[in-house]
């Protein structure tokens, strides 16, 4: 069982919050990649180690592992399939070696905004894409929602003209590589804990990522500054391995997914909020935002969306039609 003190001293530390787990207790460790203050992955991820701790006191025992100090989400999944790590929630940029489906959710503009990607993903069609990756081993129980992704660089960004030619790190992503080179910028993949340095150091010029990830990594400390762009989705899949869930029998797996199902509800409805104070803290910080004029912003439109075309036999034309469906 997981006193309070611990919990709330493993919060406040920032590091794992290493749950005092009781002899008999199935332990459950959540790797994750992320800070937890302020932070929609980071608040869900507690708030479902503080629910399990308590509703499954003497069954299960959760420890929560923020800030990439167990896996990088390049070695997660791996790490999830040799039974050395229970849940993670990688974006759905990180999937790429075991389905293609989640592509829909990485091309730039696709959706207007998170009511529309809400909406997506508990559609059927949504729904249907957590079993995309059972034959590989792999089970995706929930989306959780970061938000819409916003550009910075080293110089000011207001016409996609000004990407030109600059590094931006990117995620893993096929479709993020290309969305980059329709700018005509070379796109460098990199994990998300080296993206801080990499921007100080100028190995990379930019980056795409959300307030919230904008925030809690500095990254505008070492940028010129945000374009509000809103170009593109960074949200979660909140995943397990088939034979982990398998091993639980049915009354543990069913609270277990309960809770989880509560959570996600309660947090995935909070997004708005966590957004906007994310993007007030960099604000507050002394960061720089700007903001783009109509017609800068149907530039940027025009110079990303052909990506589109190039991925349509991944996603289907018919999730793309559903998807551009609910934003009207
Ligand atoms: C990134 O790599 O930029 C993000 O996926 C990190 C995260 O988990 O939000």
Not at 42 to 53: D, F, K, P, Q, T
Not at 197 to 208: C, P, W
Request: aromatic share 8%; net charge negative; with cysteine.
């Amino acid at each position: 069982a997981l006193t309070a003190a611990t919990f709330a001293a493993g919060t406040l530390a920032g590091t794992a919050a290493l749950a005092a787990c009781d002899d008999g207790e199935m332990v459950i460790k959540f790797s994750h990649v992320t800070n937890t203050d302020k932070h929609p992955k980071g608040i869900a991820a507690n708030l479902l180690m503080e629910r399990v701790n308590e509703q499954m006191d003497g069954t299960a025992c959760m420890e929560v592992y923020p800030n990439s100090t167990l896996y990088n989400d390049d070695q997660v999944l791996e790490a999830m399939l040799q039974g050395d790590v229970q849940l993670a929630a990688p974006s759905l940029s990180k999937f790429e070696t075991f389905t293609k489906v989640f592509r829909i959710f990485d091309l730039p503009f696709m959706f207007k905004n998170m009511d529309a990607v809400e909406e997506f993903q508990q559609s059927d069609a949504g729904q249907d894409m957590l079993d995309s990756m059972t034959r590989r081993g792999l089970q995706g129980l929930a989306f959780w929602h970061n938000g819409l992704k916003q550009f910075s660089a080293n110089k000011p960004l207001l016409m996609p003209e000004d990407a030109a030619g600059l590094k931006f790190r990117v995620q893993p992503s096929d479709v993020l590589v290309a969305q980059m080179e329709a700018l005509d910028a070379s796109p460098q993949p990199m994990a998300f804990s080296e993206v801080y340095g990499a921007l100080q150091t100028g190995v990379v010029d930019g980056q795409e990522n959300t307030w919230s990830n904008i925030y809690g990594q500095k990254f505008f400390e070492v940028q010129d500054g945000v374009t509000e762009t809103n170009h593109g989705l960074l949200d979660y899949l909140v995943v397990a391995s088939v034979d982990w869930l398998d091993s639980l029998d049915d009354a543990t797996r069913e609270q277990f997914l309960t809770i989880l199902d509560e959570v996600t509800t309660e947090r995935n409805a909070a997004i708005a909020e966590v957004d906007a104070e994310n993007r007030q803290a960099i604000l507050d910080a002394g960061g720089t935002i700007r903001e783009l004029t109509p017609e800068q912003r149907a530039a940027w439109v025009a110079a990303m969306k052909p990506v589109w075309e190039q991925f349509e036999g991944d996603v289907g034309a018919e999730n793309i039609a559903a998807a551009q469906d609910i934003n009207e």
